[in-house]
Nanobody
Framework: QVPLVESGGGLVQPGGSLRLACVAS????????MGWFRQAPGREREFVAA????????YYADSVKGRFTISRDKVTNTVFLQMKSLKPEDTAVYYC??????????????WGQGTQVTVSS
């Protein structure tokens, strides 16, 4: 498994922004897709966003459309999640996932360690 390391989480006020990053530690990294999932306390892990690595086509959960943007940097093997207009209900641990099933919005077993995002005043 390629190690995936997330960063960028933190505490932000409602309406604020954060940018998460997930770096894959591999000299050669060519996944089919990369995605972000999140898990709030007492809830199941849910799909947030994903993209196809080669072409960059992106996909979003309805709850984050228009507020979150997923992107990637092939040079640094990094996938980003730009989050704007954050709401308290966005509070969760955010996980990076390699090769999720985009059609079914389901993750693979390749996870990072997660980064906490807390939206609160």
């Amino acid at each position: 498994q390629v190690p995936l390391v997330e960063s960028g989480g933190g505490l932000v006020q409602p309406g604020g922004s954060l940018r998460l990053a997930c770096v894959a530690s591999a000299q050669i990294f060519n996944p089919y897709s990369m995605g972000w999932f999140r898990q709030a306390p007492g809830r199941e892990r849910e799909f947030v966003a994903a993209l196809r690595w080669a072409g960059g086509s992106s996909y979003y959960a309805d709850s984050v459309k228009g507020r979150f943007t997923i992107s990637r940097d092939k040079v640094t093997n990094t996938v980003f999640l730009q989050m704007k207009s954050l709401k308290p209900e966005d509070t969760a641990v955010y996980y990076c996932n390699k090769d999720p099933d985009i059609a079914k919005s389901l993750p693979s077993s390749a996870w990072g360690q997660g980064t906490q995002v807390t939206v609160s005043s």
